[in-house]
């Protein structure tokens, strides 16, 4: 199957640039042409958001929000279109890139909602004669770049608060995965007003860099890699606009004497290997007692050697499919390889060909080592001992990431203790994953800046005015 998908500028298809093959990771074969539209498709498509700026921030909260549930209903329309494009581009199962349409359709609902009821300081006479005032106003042209794990799901985190804030927005997707983005490029062209929403695509280094340096873009909202958060921070940092970063992470998961291993086990499955482990707050180092470490390790590679691993869009019985791409695959090798020179053991998995690799155990790695400290992206679970609580909550610490993390106890004193010790974002008691959209989402450390989600999203993409009205009465 060859898709004819290309970017959505202006409401208008934009077919100029070189062209490059978009992979289907689960048999290798080209599915559909990429076009990277290089500067003169930044150019076209930050001149039409700027174009349309102003009339979409003086359009109504209540009109805004009716265009962003109709995105809502077309979304759920055609979601099993959206799902088939989603399974084949990014090499998950039909059924779990399906349930990704209908998650991204409810936050697009929130946000619709929510930005209707946004508030700021009350009006008030602060010196004589002087009434105040505080307007929170749309910044003006966010550039979204959105990553490749969850393209629909995590886009509707950036689109969603960016446009009800009164903000034009540059959506740029993956090299790797931009086909949901197209199709939702080309369904918003009937939605919203021209200019409102555009698509871009093209590699980082032509495509991203444009858009995040050019002077009429007033924020560069990110989900992605560190060391590409990184880069944004210096490319916005010569025109000081705001990043939003929402970066890796490493989540560990802290598994006490007196947990439920049962309900423990049966999540690692999802936590440790949906989306084949490429998930920032996917449960990547387990820390047990020693104790337990013999059973749990044993338990936990039972779950993984029973998933079923294959192509997710052809058969659904599979579990888990590919990771996103051979090159990644490798990667991934490459780094539990290097753990098992260091001293680690590999207890289960560790093998692939293509873009696929097997549901990975690894135990006896040292704590400083790279497959503890840094992220993998990739179906791999470090199971790990603790001496006492203190010594579990440090080592949960003892990295950079602070994105996420889960407790499993049921001590209601140690759960609350150890929540607000542990340097993270999200921290789950007796669970590892779950999201909503009314509570914010985001990192410490090199996890990030800012908040997803909630109405902190839609605050982050305003700014605060102060505007004060001199009169000459006095109460």
Not at 242 to 250: C, Q, R, Y
Not at 266 to 277: D, I, K, L
Not at 352 to 358: I, K, M, V
Request: glycine share 10%; net charge negative; aromatic share 6%.
């Amino acid at each position: 199957m060859s898709l004819d998908l290309f970017p959505t500028i202006a409401n208008r298809e934009w077919r100029e640039g070189e062209v490059e093959a978009v992979i289907e990771p689960a048999t290798g074969d080209q599915i559909a042409d990429m076009v990277d539209v290089g500067q003169a498709g930044v150019e076209a498509a930050v001149s039409a958001a700027k174009d349309a700026r102003r009339s979409w921030a003086a359009t109504t909260p209540k009109d805004r929000a009716a265009m962003l549930l109709r995105l809502a209903d077309a979304l759920e329309a055609n979601a099993d279109q959206f799902a088939e494009l989603e399974a084949r581009d990014v090499g998950k199962p039909l059924a779990d890139a399906r349930a990704e349409m209908f998650s991204a359709a409810d936050k697009y609902r929130f946000f619709a909602g929510a930005g209707r009821a946004l508030t700021a300081p009350v009006c008030d006479e602060y010196k004589p004669g002087i009434t105040s005032m505080v307007r929170r106003e749309p910044l003006g042209i966010v550039a979204a770049i959105a990553p490749w794990n969850y393209p629909m799901g995590l886009t509707s985190w950036k689109l969603g608060p960016a446009l009800m804030a009164g903000n034009t927005v540059v959506l740029k997707p993956t090299n790797e995965t931009p086909l949901t983005s197209l199709l939702l490029g080309r369904i918003a062209a009937d939605i919203f007003p021209a200019g409102v929403l555009n698509v871009v695509t093209g590699r980082g280094d032509s495509v991203g860099k444009a858009l995040v340096r050019h002077p009429d873009v007033a924020m560069v909202s990110l989900t992605g890699g560190t060391s590409t958060g990184k880069t944004i921070m210096r490319d916005a940092a010569d025109m000081v606009k705001k990043v939003h970063l929402e970066l890796g992470g490493k989540a560990p998961v802290l598994l006490f004497d007196d947990a439920d291993l049962d309900k423990f086990v049966a999540t690692m499955r999802g936590a440790a290997f949906r989306n084949s482990g490429q998930d920032c707050t996917a449960a990547t180092r387990i820390y047990v007692s020693k104790a337990l470490f013999g059973e749990v390790t044993e338990r936990l590679v039972q779950m993984a050697e029973g998933l079923t691993v294959g192509n997710g869009f052809l058969d659904p019985s599979v579990q888990m499919g590919p990771v996103v791409s051979q090159r990644h695959r490798d990667n991934i090798a490459r780094q539990v390889e290097r753990a098992a020179g260091e001293g680690a053991r590999i207890v289960t998995g560790g093998e692939g060909s293509g873009a696929f690799y097997t549901p990975t155990i690894v135990t006896g790695a040292d704590q400083r080592s790279a497959i503890v400290q840094e992220e993998l992206f990739g179906p791999v679970l470090v199971v790990s001992t603790f001496d006492d609580e203190d010594d579990a909550i440090a080592k949960a610490n003892d990295v950079a990431y602070g994105l996420a993390a889960s407790i499993w106890t049921r001590d209601i004193n140690r759960a609350v203790k150890c929540a607000a010790l542990i340097e993270a974002g999200s921290v789950w008691i007796n669970d590892h994953g779950p999201t909503a959209a009314e509570m914010p989402f985001g990192g410490f450390k090199l996890s990030g800046i800012g908040r997803d989600l909630s109405i902190h999203a839609i605050e982050e993409h305003t700014a605060l005015k102060h505007v004060a009205i001199s009169h000459g009465y006095q109460l």
